[in-house]
């Protein structure tokens, strides 16, 4: 697939008045989290291929460390203020949650989860995502999936910079702040999307701009 941003980099803001000083320290930190030794290597494996399953890395750029950034929220055992009924705490619901994974491929295949193939290791996701599990669960599958799993997931991943330039996003724009907010208008800083093959000229982009 053709990168629709080519050539866009976010962190060429850097050093730019569209970052202030507290948004270059939440985004360094961020770019340096390391995998932490949380939960056991079996139910690492097995995070790892759900989240390369979900979130697939940005071609041609660099990788995004979404798997250390879910597990660092698992060793803080940080909620988000509201979880639903059915599940424990962030932590307990992972490891309770990976392993359930891990017997539904054994239950399907008889593999654990971190081995399968892509085609198997969907079937087991898909089942998970719409309740239709055959192992046993410690909580209702379908819950997981959308209140902690998929959350989580994806959250960590769209934190990450290498996310936001495949998507042609400029990340916090503090202090400078987005202007041309309307449809088909652009700031200039912003990233041009490529277009039939080319990348649509800024004049185009921006031909309402006053």
């Known amino acids: 697939m053709a990168d629709r941003f080519p050539g866009y980099d976010v962190l060429a803001k850097r050093d730019t008045p569209s970052w202030n000083p507290q948004t270059r320290k939440v985004i360094a930190e961020r770019l340096a989290t390391a995998e932490p030794d949380v939960l056991t290597p079996e139910q690492r494996a097995t995070l790892r291929l759900v989240i390369d399953r979900i979130v697939p890395q940005p071609e041609g750029r660099p990788p995004v460390n979404a798997c250390a950034l879910v597990l660092h929220k698992i060793l803080t055992n940080g909620g988000d203020g509201y979880r639903h009924h059915c599940l424990p705490r962030v932590r307990e619901a992972w490891e309770r949650g990976l392993d359930a994974i891990d017997a539904e491929a054994r239950a399907r295949f008889g593999h654990g989860f971190a081995v399968l193939d892509g085609g198997q290791a969907d079937a087991v996701l898909r089942a998970v995502e719409c309740g239709e599990t055959i192992a046993d669960?410690?909580?209702?599958?379908?819950?997981?999936?959308?209140?902690?799993?998929?959350?989580?997931?994806?959250?960590?991943?769209?934190?990450?910079?290498?996310?936001?330039?495949?998507?042609?996003?400029?990340?916090?724009?503090?202090?400078?702040?987005?202007?041309?907010?309307?449809?088909n208008r652009r700031d200039p800083w912003e990233a041009a999307e490529r277009g039939d093959g080319h990348l649509v000229p800024a004049e185009v982009r921006n031909r309402h701009v006053v």
Do not use: I, K, N, Q
């Open 137 to 183: 669960w410690p909580f209702p599958p379908e819950v997981f999936w959308s209140w902690r799993l998929l959350t989580d997931v994806v959250s960590a991943y769209y934190a990450h910079p290498s996310a936001w330039s495949a998507m042609g996003f400029g990340g916090p724009a503090s202090p400078r702040g987005y202007v041309r907010l309307d449809a």
